[in-house]
């Protein structure tokens, strides 16, 4: 993966962007091994392009890339990232006291699945430290209550700015500040379950098994000042019935949280993510 990078791009739909960016990569000798795209209409539509390539000392020709890409994003009006395949983005997670998203994440990472390397955990209770430690990651208790909340993300910024590229709410309990959350647009990742809005507030599988549910499943999405209303990266379900008890429709929410969780961090470390308004593009 040394030499591999992915070219991102979103722009008004016209004739020609596919061939623009192919013919850049081609003059400069790179090698396209992977192409996605997806128009939302090839009429006045945006244009969504994903390009993995591979060129030789693509490291040390990166910063020379996004210069010269420049004279084709500016005349087309894209919105384009180049990210390097080999720099493995770095990761901080929030948790509270439930550990299957977090230790899903951790083995993920041992396992070599996740590209990426989780660089701390946060909890806002001590409950984790000691699932985290044997992993060899740094672990913070900063407790937020309603009186400290600001101060607390203060210190959640120190611990994060200039030193993650993205933030994974693990099962964290506690709602992010419109201003904490707008500093890391398409930043931060969550997971929920997927009875919300139908079942929201306390004991949601309660509710749904009162309710008679016969699907339950999760959702991950990037955060946004909405509560659990941002951008949809991933989701999947599970069929119950009458057989399930509360108990069963826990174990089998976690299950599911745990890998949708995974998947949508992993496709967003891979660089497989456009957001488009309050949608995303996955070329997964």
């Known amino acids: 993966m040394g030499d591999r990078g992915r070219l991102l ?32 209409d090839p009429v006045g539509g945006v244009f969504f392009l994903r390009v993995e ?6 490291a040390a020709r990166a910063e020379g890339l996004r210069r010269e ?6 005349p087309h009006g894209m919105e384009w990232r180049l990210a390097l395949a080999a720099e493995p983005k770095r990761l901080a997670v929030f948790v509270s006291v439930e550990d299957h998203c977090l ?3 951790l083995w993920q990472q041992r396992a070599g699945d996740l590209g990426a390397e989780i660089a701390l ?43 993650v590229d993205a933030i994974v709410l693990a099962r964290y309990m506690q709602v ?23 079942f929201v ?7 749904a098994h009162a309710r008679g549910v016969k699907l339950i499943g999760a959702t991950a999405h990037y955060v946004t000042e909405d509560l659990d209303a941002g951008p ?28 949708v969780l995974a998947r949508a961090v992993r496709w967003h470390v891979e660089d497989r993510i456009l957001v488009h308004g309050n949608k995303t593009v996955a070329f997964a």
């Open 9 to 40: 791009v979103s722009c008004p739909d016209r004739p020609g962007i596919v061939a623009a960016v192919s013919r850049f990569l081609f003059e400069r000798g790179a090698n396209i091994v992977h192409s996605d795209q997806h128009s939302t």
């Open 53 to 58: 390539f591979t060129l030789a000392d693509l």
């Open 69 to 74: 890409f420049g004279a084709i994003g500016g």
């Open 103 to 105: 230790l899903e994440l």
């Open 121 to 163: 955990v946060i909890g806002n209770h001590p409950a984790l430290a000691a699932d985290v430690a044997p992993w060899g990651i740094p672990f913070h208790h900063v407790p937020v209550t309603a009186a400290t909340k600001a101060e607390a993300e203060a210190r959640q910024a120190a611990l994060t700015d200039d030193r």
């Open 176 to 198: 992010l500040s419109p201003g904490f959350v707008a500093a890391r647009r398409n930043r931060i990742i969550n997971i929920h379950h997927s009875f919300l809005p139908a």
């Open 201 to 207: 507030g306390a004991k949601p599988y309660a509710q």
């Open 232 to 259: 949809i990266i991933e989701q999947d379900v599970h069929r119950v019935d009458h057989r399930h008890d509360v108990a069963d429709l826990r174990r089998i929410g976690r299950q599911i949280e745990r890998v």
